[in-house]
């Protein structure tokens, strides 16, 4: 175990103690990311020289498993976090990575992403409003629909169209401190599940310094393939397939124990074959990770660009594939646990709240944008390569 993974492991009891009541009321869970915080876990990315752990996505990978059985939003909270950092510590210039990584590190400065808009929806290389220059500053005016955490966001990673005569595809991604800018609440976060992300609507006014500018000015595409997309992706399929674990496990302990419900017979074939079923799914789902992050892991350490399309087919068909089995391990729960403990919401095993928060992993990034670009890939590639 890591030292990273043990910390996740000491903190998870906290996410665990505080997710029911974040859950019902819709709350930011602030003693949950103040353990994270107090850990040193937010700044797990941030290189050591800059005062954090040094890590790398091997370990966001394994500590958002660890997290997301303890509440799953928390740790989207914290991994969506780390996919921001990754993006500052590959892509920004010097004089920002000097201010803002010590700071991460230290302070827990928590990032959130800025990349919804509602000309576009999740279009994540495309945006609508424009950046304006005003002598040696660039003022930001953006209205996005959905900000994951973002009422107690330290700071902000925005997308911007690069300016007023840049076609929407010349996107510039801008940082933002608290300070620089007035961010205001237009609509509530009141959802089916993920409720504890407080993903609300929000309208940002301010200006940023020329060099809070993350990458080559209207050149996002290229942070989005190098570290935002893979990151995002092995995150949130990290943090589905964590709390899809947790869920089969915490069942199958009350299965074990001398409380199981009377109603299942731990003798019976259909109880034994929904089991398999669901360990199938999550077998192939967390198999299929390791592969991508490991694929991912050594782009990086040789220089290989991410960006060749067989690729990106394997790195959308794992976010496809993760939300998709992942519900249904969870559903499957759901079925074979009963209305009593499956369904209640006061239940000994929370399967209502995981099917609940497990629902929005298609809906994150739709799978449906996804699945129009991996069947345009094959009719190019056909079935691709194994390699």
């Known amino acids: 175990m890591t030292k990273a993974e043990a910390l996740a492991a000491e903190v998870v009891p ?46 966001l990978v394994q500590v958002a498993t660890v997290l997301a059985g303890g509440c799953l939003s928390t740790a989207m909270i914290w991994a969506m976090h780390c996919q921001q ?138 942070v989005a393939v190098d570290s935002m997309i893979p990151a995002g992706h092995l995150a949130w399929s990290s943090c589905w397939i964590g709390a899809a674990r947790r869920a089969l496990d915490e069942l199958v302990a009350l299965l074990r124990s001398k409380r199981r419900p009377s109603g299942i017979s731990l003798n019976s074939d259909l109880v034994r074959h929904r089991l398999a079923r669901v360990r199938i799914d999550l077998e192939v789902s967390g198999t299929y990770l390791l592969r991508v992050r490991d694929e991912v892991l050594r782009r990086r350490r040789t220089g290989t660009p991410l960006e060749d399309r067989g690729f990106q087919t394997r790195l959308d068909t794992l976010k496809v594939v993760s939300s998709e089995l992942t519900f249904s391990a969870v559903d499957r729960l759901v079925q074979l646990a009963g209305a009593t403990t499956g369904y209640l919401r006061d239940a000994s095993v929370p399967l209502e709240r995981f099917f609940r928060d497990l629902r929005s992993a298609s809906l994150n990034y739709s799978n449906d944008r996804l699945l129009d670009v991996i069947g345009a890939h094959t009719l190019l590639d056909g079935a691709g390569s194994l390699d």
């Open 14 to 59: 906290v996410l665990a103690q505080h997710a029911g009541r974040a859950d019902a009321d819709a709350a930011f869970p602030h003693a949950s990311v103040l353990a994270l915080r107090e850990a040193g876990l937010f700044g797990l990315l941030v290189p050591a020289a800059h005062g954090g752990m040094g890590g790398d996505l091997a370990d």
């Open 85 to 222: 950092v990754d993006a500052v510590v590959r892509h920004a210039d010097d004089r920002l990575r000097a201010d803002l990584l010590p700071r991460i590190a230290q302070e827990g400065y928590y990032l959130a992403s800025v990349t919804t808009e509602p000309a576009k929806g999740g279009q994540l290389l495309r945006a609508s409003a424009a950046l304006l220059a005003e002598e040696q500053d660039l003022v930001v005016r953006r209205s996005a629909p959905v900000v994951t955490g973002g009422e107690y966001a330290d700071g902000f990673l925005v997308t911007m169209r690069a300016g007023p005569d840049a076609p929407p595809s010349q996107v510039s991604l801008v940082h933002l401190d608290r300070t620089q800018v007035d961010a205001q609440v237009v609509r509530d976060w009141d959802a089916m599940g993920m409720r504890a992300t407080r993903s609300v609507g929000m309208e940002l006014s301010g200006v940023a310094a020329g060099h809070q500018v993350i990458g080559p000015p209207g050149g996002f595409r290229q």
